[in-house]
């Protein structure tokens, strides 16, 4: 069944403080808190729009929601609840801080019917997490997602690559940290500089550089790939496309594209197909075929044939054939030339 997310923006409430990358009026485009009131219109004109079956999930995003007093979380969590109790809807979930998780705020949620909890973790390298002005370390993460996992609830991390003091190490002890952890699944945001941060006022006196989008995607990438290996699900990659995050006043700088998580995968499949040319390519054959899955088309030309172009300059190939194939699995390709055909996944994928 589709999925159909219902989400209520709460931008800043409960936060403690002020990360340096983060503004969430500006990526919301919401000025002013939610009240209980407005929580049920937005749930009953949401579910009004939706005109097929679908899994439909209320989810509350853009602070720290367990920071709030408990009275506060209960009155904005009251109309999905009873939307869940009334069964017009099938999960609640909130993104929040680790350090603002413990067992009477998770009791507390079940009561609620909240299911899933996304925990605000952006790295794992403690010397990252300071520069950032989170306001907690590694541990914190490592005892929220204990606690959120014994309680039966699903875990979501949401991580950023790209803050200040990260390096390709830093990002490597990350995400070996979050493979231990074994969340149930993570979301990959890419730091972009958003106006009005402190963020921005460092890049503006050039004591931060961010990733250009090259950078981003390779490291989104290497993520990815780890983690799917590892069973942990990537959900989404790079912001969600919206009018505000198109406005250029409000992103200064930073790898953002509109179709960053599409970038990614077509890179993942550039990877597959070079790797099977530096091993199998014939000098005198300068022909390539590609079967894929008919829903991975656009992903395996990348951007304005950007990887069929690549790879012809690169391989000094004449001619690429892509062939639509539905007996090829989604993300797989079946690479042919002169005789030489081999079956590639993302599990074949020599990354660094
Ligand atoms: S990243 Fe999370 S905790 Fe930090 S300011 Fe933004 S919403 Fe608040």
Redesign the pocket.
Known sequence: MKHYIIPVFIP?LG?????I??N?RKITGRQTPVTAKQVSTIIAERLNDINETRWVEVAFY???FTALPQNIQNELLAPASRALRQGYIHAIRLST?PDCINRDIITNLIQQGVTIVEL?V?SLDNQVLSKAG?GHDCQAVIDAVRQVKEAGLQCGLQLMPGLPGEDWESLIKTVRQVIHLHPDFVRIYPTIVIADTALAKLYQQEDYRPLSLKQAVARAAYMKLLFERQGITVIRTGLQASEELNNEANIIAGPYHAAFGEIVDSYLFYIMMAGFLEQNLVPAERELLIRHHPQDCSKVRGQRNSNINRLKQSYNLVRIILSPDSSVKKGCLVLENQGQTVFYNKNMINYI
């Open positions: 800043h936060c403690l403080h002020e990360c990358f983060c969430q853009g602070g720290s801080r605000g952006q989170r």
